[in-house]
């Protein structure tokens, strides 16, 4: 997220507090979709809503939105303390995506399956909706494709005709048909998803379809992913999409040194600061083409050592697990801090999957 963004969701976050929900809106930014569902639930029901309450749920977004995952971890921690169904939702939802952030994807899922629980009961279905998204984001980045594959179809069969999401969620459902190798499938729905109204996810789309071309190796497409990414970065600079679009052209150049580690140069510059361990999986590319990974690390965001703690991991109640779930003892939980990185280009290519694309 660029700094426009954050800018942009603090104005809305202050308009909302105030009670001007529908100004929020307008200011809250496409990709703060977590922000934007929560307003606009709390325009419904602003009389039974404790600011305190509210206070502690929009700081932990912030905080998510800014990569300070132990502060956001904390301030969902007490949200989830209040008497209100859907901040509950919002809170536990908000821990998952924490989770899934810093690869804690056991955690994550069952996080998003109680927010998903809590939601269903009182049928705020917006939050299921999202949780459902971001259960299939934590098991896609777990390498479940197929358990992924089926929470973005739930995900979608909750949104309206029309809903601005659904473009995004068809994309997450191409990235899971893309790792079952369903190729065909896979560009007919980055295609379609690139099209659909409502939020921004054309970068997305050919993000994937540069995946797509890299993994196949359709250099076309990947080409035609380029020339998107270079018109889109004269207004955006940097964005995690353009990098990824960058890294398939990277890939496809691994064989010429000059020109993979120019693509690779130009990857590392347009991913935002606030994606620390996609910086720190970049960086062990360094040494393939001759350099050294640097000293200080170029990432400005401060980590702290984050494992949740025991008590607060959710157990596995039958009422939160959905048909064809993977146990959780399956998933990936130990954090991308503890991540052995790949040793050669080869291995470090295939971690891209703990980054969705």
């Not at 659904?166 to 980055?190: D, E, I, N, W």
């Not at 398939?248 to 693509?263: Q, V």
């Not at 996609?278 to 350099?291: A, C, F, Q, S």
């Amino acid at each position: 997220m660029n700094e426009e963004d954050v800018l942009r969701g603090l104005t809305g976050l202050r308009l909302a507090v105030a009670g001007r929900h529908e100004e929020a809106l307008h200011w809250l930014p496409g990709n703060m979709a977590g922000l934007r569902s929560m307003v606009a639930q709390w325009a419904r029901t602003p009389a039974a809503t404790p600011p305190g309450i509210i206070g502690d749920l929009v700081r932990g977004w912030i905080a998510y939105y800014r990569a300070e995952y132990a502060k956001a971890y904390a301030w969902f921690s007490e949200a989830q303390s209040a008497d209100i169904p859907w901040v509950i939702a919002w809170a536990l939802l908000g821990k998952g995506k924490v989770c899934t952030d810093l690869g804690y994807f056991a955690h994550a899922t069952s996080w998003c399956r109680k927010a998903s629980a809590v939601a269903r009961r009182f049928e705020h279905d917006d939050v299921v909706a999202a949780a459902q998204g971001a259960r299939g984001e934590a098991l896609l980045r777990a390498g479940r494709p197929r358990f992924a594959l089926e929470a973005f179809t739930l995900d979608l069969g909750l949104l309206p005709a029309g809903d601005r999401f659904r473009g995004r969620v068809m994309c997450y459902q191409a990235h899971a048909y893309r790792r079952l190798g369903a190729y065909s499938a896979a560009k007919l729905a980055y295609r379609i998803s690139a099209q659909l109204p409502g939020e921004n996810t054309a970068p997305y789309a050919y993000a994937g379809l540069a995946g797509l071309g890299a993994e196949t190796g359709n250099a076309g497409l990947v080409e035609e992913a380029v020339r998107y990414a270079e018109r889109f970065q004269q207004a955006m600079p940097t964005h995690v999409c353009v990098a990824w679009v960058y890294l398939a052209r990277a890939w496809m150049e691994r064989s010429r040194r000059t020109a993979f580690a120019s693509w690779l140069e130009r990857s590392r510059s347009a991913l935002p600061p606030e994606f620390i361990f996609e910086h720190r999986w970049l960086e062990n590319w360094l040494p393939h083409i001759g350099e050294r990974p640097p000293k200080e690390s170029r990432i400005s965001v401060d980590i702290e050592r984050f494992v949740p703690e025991a008590r607060d991991v959710c157990p596995a109640r039958s009422d939160w697990i959905f048909d064809g779930d993977p146990p959780d003892e399956e998933l990936f939980n130990s954090g991308f801090q503890t991540l052995q990185w790949g040793v050669n280009l080869e291995e470090l290519w295939q971690q891209r999957l703990h980054f969705m694309h």
